[in-house]
């Protein structure tokens, strides 16, 4: 099977600004990927290049087996703050839409209702609330059967519960066989969701993996925080030399494979040791870790 | 492709419906329709004609100004709108053609400015009609007042869409549309009068201006529509040279009009980068 998008050697620049340099990915049919970075390193650039809504600069770019734009009634678009026009109602948008995708507007009230927006069909867009306004934008991105979804921070503005249902309407999409290429600047909103994580740093590629795979490519080290019984911390910190004194505790950071060892040691001194506890590197430390600017 | 273009239209009366554009642009011709009947249904007599095509001529004249004014005001926001609320980039992403949506836009503006002059004209005819049932005889020259109306109306839609998409924010293509309709409804005549009187009869009177009277898509309507009447020197106030003009040229320039201006529209919507 051929993947739905392929992109090799892009390059985009507004004026002076390089906005993407030599972005190559590929995304499989079923594949959830996650496009992550900083604001301004380019993710919706990348997005509207996709669905040719800005020609690139140089590079190679297919979706669904024909160029950029070429494909539009297999792709579907969220855009990044999804606006529509203010006098419509939901009810009637999404009949807009339909019509424009070919597909009986019979269906436009079961989708509404997919997304949690039944009761507020029949009410003016210009009344709804921004995550309302966000689910109206989901809903016309399920409209048909698109092959590849292009979602530019489609949980922005969405309470936890409506984010785990849009992961769960997600997941359901890519068992049918749908690509799916979603952004977002946060690692901990995408992580368990995704097959598969992009991260972009000033236009360009700096990461791609699973969750774990990152996790080892970037070999954070393992804090841990040691609270001594009374009067032997002075004890401990003779064992452990890199340990420093941290708000009224002992702070110690070790790499991945010393990570053992060091609770060995640790647990030699038990009957000085009030409590101990290990912390893994964030998700957060992985992000910032490959998305740190160049030079920074 | 027609469902397409059906589809548009139908989400743009919605809009213009909500927006009251549709109560506007009835409201204004009607008002000003039932004025100007009802001065001109005060017994003239001079010209020899009857009542409806005395009413006619003056609804001409009233028509120049009005109908591309309600058009532009219906179509300003066509594409600058999109942009500015930023709906124009999904949009595009649908599998419709530019040209799909500017003429669902345009069948949805159209449809209501139709509404808008035959109601107008309508009310006119009715009041003036039971005044004098002799005045049907003027149904002709009412009937010609409408269709070409409607092209005119249709030709400032689409020169409407094209400064919509030149101007990008709304406040811009308002701006704009504006200076055109001064410039084209208002300004235009009086610098051919002056042009003209400075003239004295020489050659910009005798050749350039009236090509300068067909150029104009409001002045070729109301040359038209005065001429077919026989009423040019009566109402036109330009008289002279308008009056050599066949009336084949007049209806030739009302003809064309909207397809220039629609394909300048469809030109110029097609430079837009979302
Ligand atoms: N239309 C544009 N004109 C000029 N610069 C732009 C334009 N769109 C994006 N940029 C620039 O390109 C870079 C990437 O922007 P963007 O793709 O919106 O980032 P992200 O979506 O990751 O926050 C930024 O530096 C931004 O200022
Ligand atoms: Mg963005």
Redesign the pocket.
């Known amino acids: 099977m051929t993947s739905t998008l392929t992109i090799s050697h892009l390059t985009k620049a507004?004026?002076g600004?390089k906005?993407l340099s030599d972005v190559s990915l590929a995304v499989e049919p079923g594949e959830r990927v996650a496009l992550l970075?900083h604001?301004?390193?380019?993710?919706?650039?990348l997005m509207k290049v996709i669905l040719g809504l800005i020609a690139p600069d140089g590079g190679e770019i297919s979706v669904c087996g024909a160029a950029p734009g070429k494909a539009r009634s297999k792709v579907a678009y969220l855009p990044e703050n999804a606006a529509f026009h203010s006098a419509l109602t939901g009810l009637e948008q999404i009949t807009y839409y339909m019509r424009l995708r070919g597909e009986a507007a019979s269906g436009a009230m079961e989708l509404l209702d997919r997304v949690g927006l039944g009761h507020a069909a029949k009410r003016r867009i210009g009344t709804y609330s921004k995550g309302m306004r966000q689910r109206v934008g989901l809903a016309q991105a399920l409209i048909g059967h698109p092959r590849l979804l292009v979602l530019d921070e489609p949980t922005s503005g969405l309470d936890p519960v409506s984010r785990r249902d849009f992961y769960e309407l997600l997941d359901g999409l890519a068992a049918d066989g749908a690509s799916i290429l979603l952004s977002s600047h946060a690692l901990t909103e995408v992580e368990a969701r995704t097959d598969r994580l992009l991260i972009l740093s000033g236009g360009r590629m700096v990461a791609e993996g699973s969750l774990p795979e990152l996790r080892r490519e970037a070999a954070l080290p393992v804090s841990m925080q040691i609270t001594a019984l009374n009067g032997y911390d002075t004890d401990i910190m003779a064992a452990l030399p890199d340990a420093i004194r941290l708000n009224g505790g002992l702070h110690l950071s070790c790499t991945q494979e010393d990570k053992l060892a060091t609770l060995a040691r640790i647990s030699a001194m038990q009957e000085k040791v009030a409590d101990l506890e290990v912390i893994p590197p964030s998700l957060e430390d992985i992000y910032s870790h490959f998305s740190r600017r160049d030079g920074q | 492709m027609i469902a397409r273009i059906l589809a548009t239209a139908v989400t743009e009366a919605h809009i213009a419906r909500r927006n009251r554009w549709v109560l506007i642009a009835v409201a204004l011709m009607v008002v000003f329709s039932l004025v100007l009947s009802a001065a001109g249904s005060a017994p003239t007599g001079a010209l020899g004609a009857d009542r409806l095509s005395v009413v006619v001529a003056s609804l001409t004249s009233l028509s120049v100004y009005l109908v591309p004014l309600v058009a532009l005001l219906m179509s300003f926001d066509a594409v600058a709108g999109e942009v500015e609320r930023g709906t124009l980039p999904l949009l595009l992403t649908y599998p419709v053609a530019r040209w799909e949506v500017l003429a669902g836009k345009l069948l949805a503006h159209t449809a209501i400015l139709i509404v808008a002059i035959v109601a107008g004209y309508g009310v006119a005819a009715a009041i003036t009609i039971a005044a004098d049932p002799a005045a049907v005889s003027g149904l002709g020259a009412l009937w010609r007042l409408t269709w070409t109306s409607v092209l005119l109306g249709a030709t400032f839609i689409g020169i409407g869409y094209a400064l919509s998409s030149l101007a990008r924010r709304v406040s811009g293509a308002a701006g704009l549309a504006i200076g055109l309709w001064l410039g084209l409804v208002v300004l235009y005549d009086l610098g051919l009068l002056a042009a003209v009187v400075a003239d004295d009869g020489g050659f910009f009177t005798t050749d350039v201006f009236p090509a300068a009277l067909l150029a104009n898509p409001a002045d070729a309507f109301r040359l038209f529509n005065l001429t077919a009447s026989q009423a040019t020197a009566a109402a036109s106030g330009v008289g002279g040279a308008a009056a050599t003009i066949p009336l084949w040229q007049s209806l030739l320039s009302i003809l064309i009009w909207p397809l220039v201006s629609l394909a300048l529209a469809a030109l110029a919507f097609r430079k837009v980068e979302p």
């Open positions: 507004f004026g600004v906005a970075g604001n301004g390193a380019g993710k919706s650039t």
